[in-house]
């Protein structure tokens, strides 16, 4: 059964404390993304990897930095987390660069206190 | 400033009748318009989508119809049925830079009342 894993699947931190956000696929696709996803505002890109040390920006990235060391994981990292930062972040994956069919994990909702 | 818009935010419907959702965007280089689906607790999965050279998709149930001179389209779900109150995300997809990215609506909530 093919998937996109995240882990946790709920989270609490305090402000100022990090956090990491972990994500695998079993499908060996190329491009990964992580999301968040608030009330009314639909899902925003927070930055996209297209293949092992490969990332690039997406639109709301700042306070955010990824990794992805093996091609079937990403990670999500929070410096120094924010209460603003609290929000539900999906993960995803495509099979190839350009791919226009995403599959999404089932996400992680973070609470920053 | 890229943006796909949703209306309306919630829309309650019998069982059985057409549900209706709509979606607007701005920019023209717009090529391709997935519809995901998405229930409380899981993440979206594409439902049905279509390209900028068609101006219908029907699958089943669900139809998209799109209208590219006015930068339209709208979900149409005929005899609604309980399970699929669900929120539902129009998106839109820009080549750019060499990937795909996908620009999402804000969802219209859709309850199917039996």
């Known amino acids: 059964d093919m998937k996109v894993t995240q882990m946790p699947r709920y989270l609490i931190k305090r402000m100022g404390e990090n956090v990491l956000l972990e994500c695998g696929q079993d499908?060996?696709?190329?491009?990964m993304y992580w999301y968040r996803q608030d009330p009314g505002l639909g899902l925003q890109l927070i930055y996209i990897?297209?293949?092992?040390?490969?990332?690039s920006e997406g639109d709301i990235p700042k306070g955010y930095r990824v990794s992805r060391k093996k091609r079937e994981h990403f990670s999500l990292i929070l410096d120094s987390a924010k209460t603003n930062q609290t929000s539900v972040y999906f993960c995803?994956?495509?099979?190839?660069?350009?791919?226009?069919?995403?599959?999404f994990g089932k996400g992680t909702r973070l609470t920053v206190v | 400033q890229q943006q796909v818009r949703q209306s309306p935010q919630s829309l309650t419907v019998w069982e059985g009748e057409t549900a209706i959702l709509n979606c607007s965007y701005e920019d023209s280089t717009f090529n391709y318009f997935p519809w995901y689906q998405q229930f409380p607790g899981e993440g979206p999965a594409l439902l049905i989508s279509?390209?900028?050279?068609?101006d219908k998709k029907e699958d089943g149930r669900f139809t998209i119809f799109f209208n590219k001179r006015e930068k339209k389209l709208s979900l149409h779900i005929t005899d609604s049925q309980p399970g699929d109150s669900a929120t539902y995300f129009c998106?839109?997809?820009?080549?750019?830079?060499?990937?795909?990215?996908?620009?999402f609506g804000e969802g219209t909530k859709l309850t199917v009342s039996s």
């Open positions: 279509i390209s900028s050279v068609s």
């Open positions: 990897s297209y293949d092992v040390d490969s990332n």
């Open positions: 998106a839109a997809s820009i080549y750019q830079g060499g990937s795909a990215k996908l620009i």
């Open positions: 995803a994956s495509s099979l190839r660069r350009g791919d226009t069919e995403v599959f």
């Open positions: 499908m060996s696709h190329e491009t």
